[in-house]
């Protein structure tokens, strides 16, 4: 068979296509998962800022609470 033959080339063709497809495939597959990889990351980190700031705000209600109950007696 001659290895110029329309047949050959076009099935060189074809299989350079599917190679190109299947590429851009495992790219499309590698994009997604590293934007989910930081869409998680993203969320843990808000996460835990949420829980900090709420165990601030509850440190800093109960030291104003506290400040409320303490009255200072008055000098005569």
């Given amino acids: ?4 033959s ?18 851009q495939h495992e790219d499309r597959m590698l994009t997604l998962a590293e934007k989910e990889i930081k ?5 843990e980190n808000a996460s835990k800022q949420r829980s900090k700031i709420r165990t601030l705000k509850g440190v800093e209600l109960q030291n104003s609470q506290q400040d ?6 008055e000098p005569f």
Avoid: C, I, S, W
């Fill in 68 to 73: 409320n109950y303490y009255q200072p007696e």
């Fill in 39 to 43: 869409t998680q990351k993203f969320k």
């Fill in 1 to 4: 068979m001659d290895p110029n």
């Fill in 6 to 23: 329309v047949l050959l080339k076009h099935r060189r063709y074809l299989k350079g296509l599917e190679l190109h497809k299947n590429a």
